[in-house]
C-alpha cells in the first residue's frame, strides 16, 4: 500500500517516527511534509497530500499538524476527501468501517508515538463496510458537489 505523508513544522519529529515505523512495516510511504521545525503553513501540505489522492498516486494519506485540526479541516475542503482526526484506535477503526476515511490526522502536540503507531496500524488495515454506510457517503459527495437536496 502507498501513503501520502504530510506536517507542518509542529510535527516533523511524529512524521519521520511514523514514516520509519510504516516503512519498515512494507508500506511505502511518499513525504510531501516540511523536513524542518520553521514555520510553514498546513494547508499547502494538505493540499498536497489530498492531491495525490486525488489523482490516485498513493492508496491513502496521513496529514499531522500540532492538533490536527487545522490539517483535518483543510483535507475535508478537498473534492472526494473524508478526513478523520483521530486521537485512540476506536475512532480510526469507525473512520474506516462506517466513513470509508481516505486520510487521517492527528495532533503531534496531542497524542505520543505509541498512540499514533496504534492508530496508523488499525486505519491502515481496517476496510470500509460498505452496505448501509454507502449512501451516506454518497450524501456526503452530494453535499460536496452541491446537489444534496433539503
Ligand atoms: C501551528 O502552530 C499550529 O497552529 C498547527 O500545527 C495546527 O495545530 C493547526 O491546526
Same mark, same amino acid.
Not at 523536513?35 to 520553521?38: F, G, L, M, S, V
Given at each position: 500500500m502507498k501513503i501520502a505523508i504530510a506536517n507542518d513544522h509542529a510535527a516533523t519529529a511524529l512524521k519521520n517516527h511514523i514514516k520509519n515505523y510504516l516503512e519498515e512495516k512494507g508500506y511505502e510511504i511518499v513525504n510531501f511534509g516540511t523536513?524542518? !521545525? !520553521?514555520s510553514v503553513d498546513y494547508p499547502i501540505y494538505a493540499h498536497k497530500v489530498c492531491r495525490a489522492i486525488q489523482e490516485k498516486t498513493v492508496d491513502k494519506g496521513i496529514l499531522i499538524c500540532g492538533t490536527g485540526l487545522g490539517m483535518s479541516m483543510a483535507a475535508n475542503k478537498e473534492k472526494g476527501i473524508r478526513a478523520a482526526l483521530c486521537a485512540e484506535p476506536f475512532s480510526a477503526k469507525f473512520a474506516r468501517q462506517h466513513n470509508d476515511a481516505n486520510v487521517l490526522c492527528m495532533g503531534a502536540r496531542v497524542i505520543g508515538t505509541g498512540m499514533a503507531r496504534e492508530i496508523c496500524d488499525v486505519f491502515l488495515t481496517e476496510e470500509f463496510a460498505g452496505g448501509h454506510h454507502s449512501p451516506r457517503l454518497q450524501m456526503i459527495r452530494e453535499i460536496e458537489d452541491g446537489t444534496f437536496g433539503d
Open positions: 523536513d524542518t !521545525e !520553521e
